[in-house]
C-alpha cells in the first residue's frame, strides 16, 4: 500500500515488509514447503498482514531425456544429437565470410516458424549413419517441466523469504509470538534454520545503539546542569526529575498494555528534555529570589512556586495536549506513534505534579543553614543517592550462561529430586511431579487429539437426528387461459415421500457411524495412555541413572584426587591420572546428553498433555507390576478390535441404503382450480361459473426402479467389502493374539533377567565397589585392577536400569495388546 516506504525498506534491510522470515537451507523443494508452513503459522498471528512467500519454482524449461539404448541403435551418439538440436534451434557456425579485412560467421539455423512449440523439437530429424532420418521424440524423452526462476543466496547459503507486514501491533512483540509458534509447529530438519530480517532487524539494531543513547543523553543533561548552574548540587538537584518523570512513563504503558519499544525509548529521552526544563525554571527562580536578598527558605519556595505555577503547568499542557493526537492515533504508523506519546504524556502528569512538590522539598533540605554545600563544585551528601538512582538506570544486560566447573566436576546442584507421588514443584528447579494417574487423567483432558476425536464424536450423534430427511414440499400456482378465453388459476401441493423402511434404514446407517466414532475415541484413548506410559516409564529410568551419576561423580573425584597425590609423591606415572581425568570427562558428557534426553521426555510430555509446565515424574516403584499370562490371553478388549467390527456395522447399513434404491417412492398432490365459463349439470341447462367457483382433485404417483442394474451392481459391491473387512478382522485378531504371546515370552525373559538383577547382581555390584574402593585406598590393587573392578559394577547397575526398561516397555505393550 505503501510504495516509496517498501523501497525504502528494501534499500534499508533488504526487505519491502516490516518482517522476514529468511529460511536457509539446501533443497529447494524443501525450502519451499517449509515456507508454505512459516506461511501458514504466520497467518495465525494477530498484528500479522500482507504476507509474501518469495516464489522460487514456476519458470517453464523444455527438458530432453536421452534414450541411450535407443541412440546406440541407431549408431548415434549423445554429442551429434547435441549439435543437430543445437544447430537448429541456437545455431552453429557453417562457414566464414570475408569482407576486406572483416571476417564475418555464417551461423545456420531453422526459420523461426519451425521454432515456435514442442512439437517442433519432437519432429526434428535426426541422420543416422545408415542415411535414415529418424524424429528426435523416438530418442529422447522430450517435456515440459516447471523448473527454479530464481535462487537466491545469502552469506553462500540458499534461502528463501516469507515476508509480512505489521498492523496494530509492535514489531517486537509480533515476532515474538511467531517464534514461539514456529518453534511448537514448524520442525526444520538438520541443516535448515530461521533469520528473522527487515524492521525486525533494525529494531534490533536500534536497541543496541539505544543502551548507548540513554545512558549517554543522561550523561549529557547532567554535564549541561552543571555547566547552567556552575554547581553540580543544583544539578543533580533539577537532574531528580527525570526519575520523577520515568515512573508515570512507566506506568502509562503498563496502563495502556503496551511493551517498550525504540519510540518508547525515544520518547523518554524526549521526556527528560522536557522534565528537565520545568526544573530548570523553577530552581532557576528560587536562585533568582534568594539573590534578591530574602533569606527565608519556605518564603523563597512559596514565591517562587506561586510565580512560576503557570509556567511549568503551561509547558506541560501543551507538551501533552501536542502529543494527545499520536496517543489516540489507530491509522497507519500508530504502533510507532502511540508509545512515543503516551511515554511522554504519562511523564509529564507524575513530573509535574512530583516537581512541584519533591523539589520544593529537596531544595529546602539542601539550604538549610550549617548543610555543607558544594561550592568548588564538589557533589556533596545530598547528591550521592541522586547518583546512585542514575547508575541504577543504566542499563545491562545480564548472562545465564552456565560456566564450566572446576576440576572437571558435575554440578548436579540442578538435579536433586524427590520421589514423592504427590503434586508439587521441586524446590531446586520448579518443575512440576505428576504421578502416572495424574498425567493420564491430564492428559484425557487436555490433548488436542483426543478432543478432536470427541468432537467427531459429537458430529456423529448429531447427524442421527437427520434421518428422517424427506424432499422439500412443491407449492406452485398457474394462471392464463388454460380452458377458455378467460383467465383461470390452479393452487397445487406435492409431496415426495418415501416407505418408513428407508428412514430407518438412514437412522441404523447413522447409529452404526456413531458406533464406529465411540470406537475411534477409545482408540485415540489407548494410543495416548501408551504413549504417556512410556515416557513415564522413559523418564523414570532416566532420574535412576541421573542418581547413578552422582554417585559415580563423588568415587571419581576422589579416585583423581588419590591418583594426584600419589603421582606427587612418586608412587605412580601421569597414566594413572590421564586415564582418571578421561573417566571424570566421560561421567561429565553423560550426564550433558541424560539432560537433553530428559529434555525431550519433557517435550513430548508437553504435547501428550497439552501443557507448558516442565513436568518430571512422581513415582515410588521403578518397575511395573508384570501382568500374569491367564488375565491377557484375550484381545477382544483392544478396540482395534471393536475398531474394526464397527467398521463392518457400517459396511453392513450402508448395504441398506443403497437397497433403497430398489424401494418404490411415492408422491402425493392436491390441486384446486377454477375453470370459468358455462357449464352444464344435467347436459340441458347451461349455468356460468366464475373465478369464485374452485375444482379440487388429489393425485399420487408412484416411482418405480425399473432400470435397476446398477443399484444391484452397487449392492454386490458393498457385500464383497462387507466380506473382505470380515477377513481384515480375522487378520487383525490373529495379528493381535500372536502379538500378545510374543510380548508375553519376552516379559517372562525379562523377569528372569530382572531376577538375577535384584537377588544377586545389584548386590554384587555394591560390594565390588565397597571393596574395591578399601583395596586401592590400602595399596593392594593398582588403579587397572580398580578400573576393571568400577566398570564391572558399573555395567551390572546400568543393566538392571535397561533391564527394567526393556521390562516396563514390555509390560506397556501387553496393556495396550489387551485394552488396559
Not at 505503501?2 to 525498506?9: D, L
Not at 500482507?50 to 524449461?61: A, K, N
Not at 502416572?436 to 488436542?448: D, S, W, Y
Given at each position: 500500500q ?8 528494501e534499500?534499508?534491510?533488504g ?29 495465525s ?20 531425456n ?10 548415434l ?9 543445437r544447430?537448429?534451434?541456437?545455431g ?20 523461426e ?7 517442433d523439437?519432437q519432429?526434428?530429424?535426426?541422420n ?10 523416438q530418442l529422447?524423452?522430450i ?12 552469506d553462500?547459503?540458499?534461502r ?9 501491533r ?6 515474538q ?10 520442525k526444520?530438519?538438520?541443516g ?8 525486525f532487524?533494525?529494531?534490533?539494531k ?10 549517554a ?29 520515568a ?9 495502556r ?10 520518547g ?16 532557576t ?10 533569606t ?5 519556595i512559596m ?16 507538551a501533552?495536549?501536542?502529543f ?18 503516551t ?10 505534579i512530583?516537581t ?22 564538589g ?6 543517592p541522586?547518583?546512585c ?9 545480564m548472562?545465564?550462561?552456565q560456566t564450566?566447573?572446576?576440576?572437571n ?18 524446590p ?7 504421578s ?13 487429539n483426543?478432543?478432536a476425536?470427541?468432537k467427531n464424536?459429537?458430529?456423529?450423534r448429531?447427524?442421527?437426528n437427520s434421518s ?10 398457474e ?14 401441493v406435492?409431496q415426495?415421500?418415501?416407505?418408513p ?6 437412522k ?8 464406529l ?10 494410543d495416548?495412555?501408551k ?6 516409564s522413559?523418564?523414570t529410568?532416566?532420574?535412576?541413572r ?15 584426587r ?13 597414566l594413572?591420572?590421564t ?8 561421567l ?13 521426555y ?6 501428550l ?5 516442565d513436568?518430571?515424574?512422581?513415582y515410588?516403584?521403578?518397575?511395573l ?19 474394526l467390527?464397527k ?24 390441486n ?9 349439470k ?6 356460468f361459473y366464475?373465478?369464485?367457483h ?6 399420487m ?10 443399484a ?22 490373529l ?16 523377569l ?7 537377588t544377586?547382581?545389584?548386590?554384587h555390584?555394591?560390594?565390588?565397589m565397597?571393596?574395591a ?5 590400602n ?6 585392577e580398580?578400573?576393571v ?23 506397556i ?5 489387551t485394552?488396559?
Open positions: 505503501y510504495p516509496v516506504q517498501m523501497r525504502f525498506n534499500l534499508l534491510s526487505a519491502r515488509q516490516d518482517v522476514v522470515c529468511k529460511l536457509f537451507g539446501e533443497n529447494l523443494d524443501t525450502l519451499t514447503a517449509y515456507a508454505g508452513q512459516i506461511g501458514n503459522v504466520i497467518k498471528v494477530d498484528g500479522a498482514t500482507d504476507l509474501y512467500i518469495e516464489s522460487v519454482t514456476g519458470l517453464p524449461q523444455i527438458v530432453i536421452y534414450h541411450r539404448e535407443a541412440i546406440a541403435m541407431y549408431q551418439n549423445i554429442a551429434d544429437v547435441n549439435q543437430v538440436l544447430s537448429a534451434f541456437a552453429e557456425v557453417a562457414g566464414t565470410m570475408y569482407e576486406n579485412e572483416r571476417r564475418y560467421d555464417l551461423v545456420v539455423r531453422m526459420k516458424s519451425s521454432r515456435q512449440d514442442i512439437s523439437i519432429q526434428l530429424l535426426i543416422t549413419p545408415g542415411g535414415l532420418q529418424v524424429p528426435l521424440a529422447a524423452d517435456r515440459i517441466k516447471d523448473g527454479p526462476n530464481q535462487i537466491q543466496r545469502e553462500a547459503r540458499r528463501i523469504i516469507a515476508a509480512f507486514n505489521v498492523r496494530g509492535d514489531v517486537q512483540s509480533v515476532v509470538e511467531l517464534e514461539s509458534k514456529l518453534n511448537r509447529q514448524v526444520l530438519p538438520a535448515y534454520s530461521i533469520k528473522y530480517g527487515g524492521q532487524e533494525n529494531l534490533s536500534a536497541k543496541e545503539r539505544l543502551f548507548i543513547a540513554v545512558p543523553a543522561l550523561f549529557l543533561i547532567l554535564m549541561m546542569l552543571y555547566f547552567a548552574f556552575g554547581s553540580m548540587k543544583y544539578g543533580i538537584l533539577i537532574f531528580t526529575a527525570i526519575p520523577l518523570s515512573i508515570g512513563g512507566i506506568f502509562a504503558l503498563i496502563i498494555g503496551m511493551p517498550f519499544s525504540i519510540s518508547a525509548g525515544i523518554f529521552i524526549a521526556l527528560f528534555g522536557v522534565a528537565v526544563l520545568n526544573g530548570i525554571v523553577l530552581i527562580e528560587f536562585n533568582r529570589l534568594k539573590a534578591e536578598g530574602i527565608d527558605i519556605k518564603e523563597i514565591e517562587g512556586t506561586k510565580l512560576r505555577l503557570r509556567p511549568v503547568l503551561m509547558t506541560a499542557s501543551v501533552s495536549l501536542g494527545l493526537p499520536m496517543a489516540l492515533s489507530q491509522g497507519s504508523g500508530a504502533e510507532v506513534q502511540r508509545p512515543l506519546a511515554v511522554v504524556i504519562g511523564g509529564l502528569i507524575t513530573a509535574t512530583l512541584l512538590i519533591v523539589l520544593p522539598v529537596l531544595y529546602a533540605w539542601l539550604e538549610k543553614p550549617g548543610r555543607r554545600n558544594d561550592k568548588k563544585g557533589i556533596g551528601t545530598a547528591g550521592m541522586v547518583i538512582l542514575f547508575i541504577l538506570l543504566l542499563p545491562f544486560k548472562s545465564a550462561k564450566d566447573n572446576p576440576g566436576s558435575i554440578n548436579y546442584s540442578n538435579l536433586v529430586r524427590t520421589n514423592r507421588p504427590s503434586m508439587k514443584l521441586s531446586d528447579t520448579g518443575e512440576l511431579r505428576l502416572l494417574i495424574q498425567m493420564l487423567e491430564i492428559a484425557g483432558k487436555n490433548n488436542l483426543l478432543g476425536s470427541r464424536l459429537e458430529y456423529s448429531q447427524l442421527e428422517f430427511d424427506p424432499p422439500k414440499t412443491v407449492l406452485g400456482g394462471y392464463g387461459h388454460t380452458n377458455s378465453t378467460f383467465n383461470d388459476t390452479r393452487l397445487f406435492s415426495n415421500i418415501g416407505l423402511v428407508i428412514y430407518k434404514r438412514q441404523s446407517l447413522f447409529r452404526a457411524e456413531t458406533g466414532q465411540e470406537q475411534s475415541v477409545s482408540v485415540s484413548i489407548n495416548l495412555v504413549q504417556v506410559k512410556v515416557n513415564f522413559e523418564m529410568v532416566l532420574l535412576e541421573e542418581k547413578l551419576l552422582k554417585e559415580l561423580d563423588s568415587i571419581y573425584k576422589d579416585f583423581a588419590a591418583a594426584e597425590i600419589r603421582l606427587k609423591a612418586g608412587e605412580t606415572n601421569s594413572e591420572t586415564t582418571a581425568l578421561s573417566m571424570v570427562e566421560q561429565i558428557l553423560q550426564a550433558e546428553e541424560l539432560e537433553e534426553d530428559l529434555g525431550i519433557q517435550a513430548q510430555i508437553k504435547t498433555l497439552n501443557t507448558t509446565e513436568i518430571l515424574p512422581a515410588d516403584q521403578l518397575k507390576p508384570a501382568v500374569l499370562i491367564e488375565d491377557s490371553v484375550n484381545v477382544t478388549a483392544n478396540p482395534l478390535i471393536g475398531y467390527e467398521q463392518i456395522q457400517v459396511t453392513g447399513a450402508q448395504t441398506a441404503i443403497e437397497r433403497n434404491r430398489l424401494v418404490p417412492d411415492f408422491t402425493l398432490g392436491y384446486n382450480l377454477s375453470i370459468q365459463g358455462f357449464q352444464s344435467d347436459g340441458v341447462n347451461q349455468e366464475g373465478a369464485g374452485r375444482f379440487s382433485f388429489y393425485q404417483s408412484v416411482g418405480v426402479p425399473l432400470f435397476a442394474k446398477s444391484k451392481s452397487r449392492i454386490r459391491a458393498m457385500q464383497s467389502k462387507e466380506e473382505a473387512m470380515k477377513l481384515q478382522l480375522a487378520a487383525g485378531s495379528q493381535l493374539k500372536n502379538q500378545l504371546t510374543a510380548v508375553m515370552h519376552d516379559q517372562e525373559k525379562l528372569k533377567r530382572l531376577n538375577f538383577y535384584e544377586r547382581g545389584l548386590k555390584a555394591e560390594l565390588i565397597k571393596n574402593m578399601l583395596t586401592f585406598r595399596g593392594d590393587i593398582g588403579y587397572v580398580w578400573t573392578l568400577m566398570n564391572n559394577a558399573v555395567n551390572l547397575r546400568i543393566g538392571y536400569l535397561d533391564a527394567v526398561k526393556a521390562f516396563n516397555n514390555t509390560v505393550e501387553i496393556h495396550y495388546l485394552g488396559r
